[in-house]
């Protein structure tokens, strides 16, 4: 396999925050974060914020929303509690806070 994207963020509660993303390869950040959000969804994650709305967020379906509806959302996502993942050698899960790396191989 060979590395061709990840991903480094935070959680807390419910809410998981992206801090920054890379690729080497082009479109790998696509199916990176696409991934990634569907493990966030199955782990019980009730928010992803992405940061900055880019084009290729809103081609996946990103979207803009307004400060207090992100303020409604991240306070009733945080208050809730930690989700647990799987044990991998790519997810570490200290609590309350959650720190990851998601890398995307080829």
């Given at each position: 396999y060979v590395l061709v994207g990840g991903e480094l963020g935070s959680g807390c509660?419910?809410?998981?925050?992206?801090?920054?993303?890379?690729?080497?390869k082009d479109g790998a950040e696509t199916i990176q974060i696409c991934a990634m959000a569907?493990?966030?969804?199955?782990?019980?994650?009730?928010?992803?914020?992405?940061?900055?709305?880019?084009?290729?967020?809103?081609?996946?379906?990103?979207?803009?929303?307004?400060?207090?509806e992100?303020?409604?959302?991240?306070?009733?996502?945080?208050?809730?509690?930690?989700?647990?993942?799987?044990?991998t050698d790519w997810v570490r899960t200290p609590s309350p806070f959650t720190f990851m790396c998601v890398n995307c191989y080829l």
């Open positions: 509660g419910a809410v998981y925050t992206s801090v920054s993303g890379f690729y080497f569907r493990l966030l969804q199955r782990s019980g994650f009730d928010l992803l914020a992405l940061g900055q709305c880019i084009e290729y967020k809103k081609s996946f379906g990103a979207k803009t929303i307004t400060r207090a992100f303020l409604s959302l991240h306070h009733a996502a945080r208050a809730k509690a930690v989700p647990t993942f799987e044990k």
